[in-house]
């Protein structure tokens, strides 16, 4: 696929472009060849995963000219202190 949904039916060695086994135009921009599927992709069966927790926002204190540690929080589940080094 090149612009604009424009699909290229040129085959290296091949001198003259054929009919690609009875695809048409529409099926090849689609791309709804073959067989069906056996049940419908979005129905009973399927269920969207759980929606995630709501984060705290990271705050940090910046009171000071310089942060040299903080403390940040990762999905309730540790603490991730970091240290900067200032040289």
């Known amino acids: ?15 003259e472009v054929d009919k690609l086994r009875d695809i048409t135009d529409h099926e090849l921009k689609t791309k709804t060849y073959g067989a069906a599927p056996d049940e419908p992709l979005l129905g009973n069966y399927f269920s969207l995963p759980r929606r995630p927790d709501a984060m ?7 009171s000071l000219a310089t942060v040299s540690n903080f403390t940040i929080s990762l999905a309730q589940l540790m603490a991730l202190t970091l240290v900067e080094v200032l040289m």
């Open 1 to 15: 696929m090149w612009r604009s949904g424009y699909v290229s039916r040129y085959v290296p060695g091949q001198k």
């Open 56 to 62: 705290d926002r990271i705050t940090l204190d910046s």
